[in-house]
């Protein structure tokens, strides 16, 4: 398969993520201030450059635990049906949350995991995604906190693939088809 038609224009720089996280860390720390521990749960696997920043910031005791879910392979467009590929391996059950996603696109990912989450009964959940793309939205749902609100591009970068490359772009581009 032929991955080099395309370019990748510069979206949002290292430093302005940088920035961005830091200040999500500050309203997160705040917000859980007082907590025994925040289980920071980080969907794979575009979140993992985002969730080992964020958890840097945070001025709380944390633990981190991670979830897969099914991805859209080599395409860009969502499957729409989510199936988990890797569970949690602690418990949530009246413990505080913080789910970390990489982007909000369609919203049925989001919208799965939450309910599975819910339904395990945490103390407080609190959603953070780093972008999301309102105008795409199939499902209601909402990260309580959002980096970057975007237009309708696909992304890769800071952890964000396109058939699993460019997740190490230290910053965010959008793809663009040359040919
Ligand atoms: P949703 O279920 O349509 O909301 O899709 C959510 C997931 O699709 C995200 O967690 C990403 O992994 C992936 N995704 C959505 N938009 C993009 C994009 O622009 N670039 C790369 N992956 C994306
Ligand atoms: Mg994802």
């Known amino acids: 398969m032929k991955h080099d038609n395309y370019v990748i224009d510069d979206m949002i720089s290292a430093k302005a993520i940088a920035a961005r996280v830091e200040s999500m860390a500050a309203d997160i720390s705040l917000h859980f201030e007082g907590t025994e521990k925040l289980v920071v749960i980080g969907l794979l696997r575009g979140s993992f450059m985002f969730i080992a920043d964020l958890v840097r910031e945070l001025s709380l005791p944390v ?3 991670f979830l897969e879910t099914s991805s859209y392979g080599d395409s860009m467009e969502s499957s729409r049906e989510v199936r988990i590929l890797k569970d949690l391996r602690g418990e949530i059950k009246n413990r505080d949350i913080l789910v970390v996603e990489d982007i909000v696109d ?15 009964q945490p103390a407080r959940m609190m959603v953070c995604a780093l972008l999301d793309k309102p105008s795409r939205r199939e499902v209601d749902v909402k990260a309580d906190l ?4 975007i237009e309708d591009r696909f992304v890769v970068g800071y952890g964000i693939d396109y058939a699993q490359r460019n997740r190490n772009l230290p910053y965010i581009g959008a793809v663009r088809f040359t040919d």
């Open 63 to 65: 633990e981190v635990d």
């Open 106 to 120: 369609t919203g049925h990912t989001l919208n799965h995991v939450l309910q599975l989450l819910e339904s395990r």
């Open 146 to 149: 959002v980096g970057f609100e």
